[in-house]
T-cell receptor, first 112, second 115 residues
């Protein structure tokens, strides 16, 4: 079945550092890929998405590129802020089924 | 436009009691999902509906859990009787459709504690 694997956290960075959170997937067909963010005490918010190979999703300085050859969708940000501290979830949706399969989440902590 | 609305936001109940969680999806969305989040198991899909019809309930833990969607703007997740291991955050989510419309939008969650 479909699955998503993320790097385990927590990831601790200083403000303005470069961020990479790795995500790889296993799926049949051509899924859509997502990054969701969960701030403390809140629900999940869609951060960005990509629906086909080589697409780049971007939002709020974050970006991720759909790499079919490596089945990856790594999240990057050039300069993190304290306000980026949250849990980040990589997910895929098999377009036929419309269900999200989540990775385990990666907690990011950014220190001033 | 209002997002997915869940109630209650927080619930503390005693073991054996019935718990009902409620959800109002985004207007016009055809799909509704119930997820559960725990530290041990992460995010799990419990059940989802398409046009008010349950499509896949294979994630529902056991017979103590039931979900209904009587109309396009309301769904409930019921636990009867509740047990301490049901303590979790329960998220409702909705999406407009499949394919390029398959973005799923989450509510803020119902934080359940069973003591």
């Amino acid at each position: 079945g479909d699955s998503v694997t993320q790097m385990e956290g927590p990831v601790t960075l200083s403000e303005e550092a470069f961020l990479t959170i790795n995500c790889t997937y296993t799926a049949t067909g051509y899924p859509s890929l997502f990054w969701y963010v969960q701030y403390p005490g809140e629900g999940l918010q869609l951060l960005l998405k990509a629906t086909k190979a080589d697409d780049k999703g971007s939002n709020k300085g974050f970006e991720a590129t759909y790499r079919k050859e490596t089945t990856s969708f790594h999240l990057e940000k050039g300069s993190v802020q304290v306000s980026d501290s949250a849990v980040y979830f990589c997910a895929l949706s098999n377009n036929a089924g419309n269900m999200l399969t989540f990775g385990g989440g990666t907690r990011l902590m950014v220190k001033p | 436009d209002a997002g997915v609305i869940q109630s209650p936001r927080h619930e503390v109940t005693e073991m054996g009691q019935e718990v009902t969680l409620r959800c109002k999806p985004i207007s016009g969305h055809d799909y509704l999902f119930w997820y559960r989040q725990t530290m041990m198991r992460g995010l799990e899909l419990l059940i989802y509906f398409n046009n008010n019809v349950p499509i896949d309930d294979s994630g529902m833990p056991e017979d103590r859990f039931s979900a209904k969607m009587p109309n396009a703007s309301f769904s409930t997740l019921k636990i009867q009787p509740s047990e301490p291991r049901d303590s979790a955050v329960y998220f409702c989510a909705s999406s407009p459709g499949t394919g390029i419309l398959n973005t799923i939008y989450f509510g803020e969650g119902s934080w359940l504690t069973v003591v």
